[in-house]
C-alpha cells in the first residue's frame, strides 16, 4: 500500500510564499507521476499542477500558472509545489497524488492520495 504524505503547509499573508512537500511511503515517489490539487471549502476539488515521472513535462492549472511551480527531486524521493504570490483566493487543502502512466488533470486518474496539507493566505 502507497502512502502519500504532503508537508509543508501553513498561513501566511498575501504576497508571500510557501513550498509544499510529497514523498511517499510504501513505494518510491519516482516511480510515479505526481499531481498537487486543492479543495476550498464550498468548492470543488481543483487541479493545480501535475508533473511527469522525468520531470521533463510539467503542467498547472490556469489560477496559478506563473506564479507556482512544481518539480520534483528523484535522488530524495520528493516532489515539491513552490507557491509564490500567494492570494487569498490560494487558501485550501492541498493534497498529492500519484498517477501510474502520465501526469493528468482529472483527479479519477490518480490512484493513491495523501492526507492533504492546509493552506491559509491572508488579505
Known amino acids: 500500500q502507497v502512502q502519500l504524505i504532503e508537508s509543508g503547509g501553513g498561513t501566511v499573508q498575501a504576497g508571500d510564499s510557501l513550498r509544499l512537500t510529497c514523498t511517499a511511503s510504501g513505494q518510491y515517489i519516482t516511480s510515479y507521476a505526481v499531481g498537487w490539487f486543492r479543495e476550498a471549502p464550498g468548492k470543488e476539488r481543483e487541479f493545480v499542477a501535475a508533473?511527469?515521472?522525468?520531470?521533463?513535462?510539467?503542467y498547472y492549472g490556469n489560477a496559478v500558472k506563473g506564479r507556482f511551480t512544481i518539480s520534483r527531486n528523484n535522488a530524495k524521493d520528493t516532489v515539491y509545489l513552490q507557491m509564490n504570490n500567494l492570494k487569498p483566493e490560494d487558501t485550501a487543502v492541498y493534497y498529492c497524488?500519484?498517477?501510474?502512466?502520465?501526469?493528468?488533470?482529472?483527479?479519477?486518474?490518480?490512484?493513491?492520495w495523501g492526507q492533504g496539507t492546509q493552506v491559509t493566505v491572508s488579505s
Open positions: 508533473i511527469a515521472l522525468s520531470g521533463g513535462n510539467t
Open positions: 497524488a500519484s498517477e501510474d502512466m502520465s501526469p493528468a488533470i482529472d483527479a479519477s486518474r490518480y490512484r493513491y
